[in-house]
């Protein structure tokens, strides 16, 4: 029965998005074309400035000693919006905007970066120091 549900939504969300795109076309005219070219445009460069970020994020965990998947998946959400945003249609664009106000979860340090973080001075044992021979 969900299998149904799932299938009604993928084949309703098309029909929706291309009858809300012939109803605000016949009240916006070209308008609507320029803030389609135009969002798309915007979903683009979201989506190239994104791919920049991702491989800046990704050597900065690398050269911190956490693992590249926290940088990947960080960013997937800007790239999700950014494709979204390419797709032509007002409701993608919506859901498109509620992703990018999503704050992004902070991912809790591990053992590893706990450790880095104390003070520069960790390895250094104080004593006393006397050669036998």
Sequence with gaps: ????????????????????????AAQYGWWLLLYLAVVAILGYRLIKDEQLLMFGRMAQTLTQGGTPAK?????????????????????????AVILLLLPSAKVAPDAKQARARKAANDDVIEGEFRRED
């Design 71 to 95: 940088a990947l998946f960080g960013s997937a959400k800007n790239l999700i919006a950014g494709i979204l945003l390419i797709i032509p249609g007002v409701i993608t664009d919506a859901i």
């Design 1 to 24: 029965m969900p299998v149904f549900f799932v299938l009604l939504i993928l084949l309703a969300f098309p029909v929706l998005e291309i009858w809300l795109l012939i109803a605000l």
